[in-house]
């Protein structure tokens, strides 16, 4: 079968961001998607949400369909669930999951015999028991009993159906258990056929189907420190189902391959050497101890505080995350055994944000993200485009934008006026955008170019759109000079007196 991988059929955008050397309005669908493991384990028919886009609003839908760890290391998704909806009060989400209850097993299962109480049995320790495998013997799930997940106890509740179903007498328990250390490097990538079956990080491409929000930016906390998962990331950032561009949220590593700890001084050359330095990038380093004695991704607080602008500017992505106020955060974390640094905004300023890596600091008597650089930036190449994130933000959201709003034009016929029109509603769209300052010049315009007019026989149009970024203030210094001009003032007073 011939394919056409250049053939045009729909709404497409394009982004030019060149950018200039420098030295040394309506709330378009935007999804924030974290893909990693969830403990669905604990969820009444889990096992298919698996490798499955799935939008979620709150702390109590995640209960519902993914389960809850206070385990972040095991169940990597629950610490976005934590920090957006219970820290920050912010989504919605979607969640891609890769741990599956039918294939991450444990060798061992669980067992127990336990005598009703009032008709009702509690299996602790359950938060990796897999609660669709549950079994008592001689009973039967749904005639004779009901089992749910307990959060607060970390527990199995069992009770009966009627009166007396479970008995007096102790009973026979068994269930297995999930294994989250068997999630491999390779689940978390996936895999694809490019015909519409996706797992891991290729199943971004099934999320404007599953849930009708736009793909726009990206985390993989506890997975995206792995170059190859970073890759994978990068790979399915770009033209998302042919259409869409999403931003990247990332972290570096706090520890090589060898075990030892990634230092300052060091992290500007692992990152390069690694490959985190793309244009559509935010890469964090390193963790965060919380003030609830927690181990955080700055990706993800970054990520949350992020959320917050966007549904404060009604989807326009036009403020960076930096500077923006992360009281859970206690200290930076390096490891255990890296303690009695204090680190200055100075510090994380030359080591870190000058190489193009963000962080978190405290300034202005308050911990805050710190840093709003794209992976490619460093001091001695920079352009308008790498040192502020929201430059290629905004540049993607007018794309995104205009191909999920326009595609209703599509296979209809396009009058002069109508194409005139168009042009004219989206002036008037990024009119707005100036109005409120996410942009300081915007034309939007036909292409009129030979090769433009020429694509018009085929039905192919193209309308540009020049803008330019708001800049954001990456530095703000007062100067102060003393003068003698003052005394001027003085000794004429003198005089007068």
């Given at each position: 079968m011939a394919e056409y991988p250049d053939f045009k059929h729909g709404t497409y955008g394009e982004v030019i961001a060149d950018g200039l050397g420098i030295s040394g309005n309506g709330k378009t669908k935007q999804a924030i998607v974290y893909i990693g493991t969830a403990p669905v384990n604990q969820v009444?028919?889990?096992?298919?949400?698996?490798?499955?886009?799935i939008l979620l609003k709150n702390i109590a839908d995640a209960k519902k369909y993914l389960g809850y760890s206070d385990d972040w290391a095991k169940y990597t998704l629950c610490e976005a669930m934590h920090v957006h909806f219970e820290l920050n009060g912010v989504g919605p989400l979607v969640f891609i999951n890769v741990l599956d209850p039918a294939v991450h097993?444990?060798?061992?299962?669980?067992?127990?015999?336990?005598?009703?109480?009032?008709?009702?049995?509690?299996?602790?320790?359950?938060?990796?028991?897999?609660?669709?495998?549950?079994?008592?013997?001689?009973?039967?799930?749904?005639?004779?009993?009901?089992?749910?997940?307990?959060?607060?106890?970390?527990?199995?509740?069992?009770?009966?159906?009627?009166?007396?179903?479970?008995?007096?007498?102790?009973?026979?328990?068994?269930?297995?258990?999930?294994?989250?250390?068997?999630?491999?490097?390779?689940?978390?990538?996936?895999?694809?056929?490019?015909?519409?079956?996706?797992?891991?990080?290729?199943?971004?491409?099934?999320?404007?189907?599953?849930?009708?929000?736009?793909?726009?930016?990206?985390?993989?906390?506890?997975?995206?420190?792995?170059?190859?998962?970073?890759?994978?990331?990068?790979?399915?950032?770009?033209k998302i189902g042919g259409h869409w561009n999403a931003w990247m949220f990332v972290d570096m590593p706090i520890l090589d391959t060898s075990g030892n700890a990634i230092t300052l001084a060091n992290a500007p050359t692992w990152k390069v050497s690694n490959g985190y330095n793309k244009d559509n990038e935010s890469v964090f380093f390193p963790l965060a101890k919380g003030t609830d004695g927690k181990t955080y991704h700055l990706s993800v607080l970054n990520a949350a505080n992020f959320q917050a602008l966007l549904n404060q500017?009604?989807?326009?992505?036009?403020?960076?995350?930096?500077?923006?106020?992360?009281?859970?955060i206690q200290d930076l974390y390096f490891s255990e055994n890296?303690?009695?640094?204090?680190?200055?905004d100075d510090i994380i300023n030359r080591c870190l944000n000058a190489n193009g890596i963000n962080?978190?600091?405290?300034?202005?008597?308050?911990?805050?993200?710190?840093?709003?650089?794209?992976?490619?930036?460093?001091?001695?190449?920079?352009?308008?485009?790498?040192?502020?994130?929201?430059?290629?933000?905004?540049l993607y959201y007018l794309t995104n934008d205009f191909q999920h709003r326009r595609n209703v034009d599509i296979d209809k016929p396009m009058p002069i006026n109508d194409l005139k029109t168009m042009?004219?509603?989206?002036?008037?769209?990024?009119?707005?955008?100036?109005?409120?300052?996410?942009?300081?010049?915007?034309?939007?315009?036909?292409?009129?170019?030979?090769?433009?007019?020429?694509?018009?026989?085929?039905?192919?149009f193209r309308i540009l759109f020049n803008v330019t970024n708001t800049p954001l203030a990456k530095s703000l210094t007062a100067i102060a000079n003393w003068t003698a001009d003052g005394y001027e003032v003085y000794f004429a007073a003198m005089d007068a007196a």
């Open positions: 009444e028919g889990g096992a298919k949400n698996v490798n499955k886009p097993i444990a060798a061992t299962g669980g067992s127990a015999t336990l005598t009703p109480v009032n008709g009702r049995v509690t299996v602790a320790n359950a938060e990796d028991a897999i609660l669709d495998s549950l079994a008592i013997t001689g009973k039967t799930k749904g005639t004779h009993y009901t089992a749910v997940y307990d959060y607060t106890k970390k527990a199995i509740i069992i009770s009966e159906k009627t009166s007396g179903a479970l008995g007096t007498s102790a009973l026979s328990i068994t269930w297995s258990k999930v294994d989250p250390a068997a999630v491999t490097e390779a689940d978390l990538i996936g895999t694809t056929d490019d015909y519409g079956l996706n797992t891991g990080i290729f199943a971004v491409r099934n999320v404007y189907n599953a849930t009708g929000y736009i793909p726009s930016f990206l985390l993989a906390p506890g997975f995206s420190n792995i170059p190859n998962v970073h890759n994978a990331l990068y790979v399915n950032s770009q500017n009604n989807g326009v992505p036009y403020m960076t995350g930096s500077n923006t106020t992360c009281a859970i890296v303690t009695g640094r204090v680190y200055t962080s978190a600091a405290y300034v202005g008597g308050r911990w805050v993200i710190w840093g709003m650089f794209a992976g490619s930036y460093n001091q001695d190449d920079a352009t308008t485009i790498n040192v502020n994130d929201t430059c290629l933000m905004m042009v004219a509603e989206e002036q008037s769209r990024v009119d707005a955008l100036l109005g409120i300052g996410a942009l300081t010049y915007g034309k939007v315009q036909l292409d009129a170019s030979k090769e433009a007019r020429a694509d018009v026989y085929s039905g192919d």
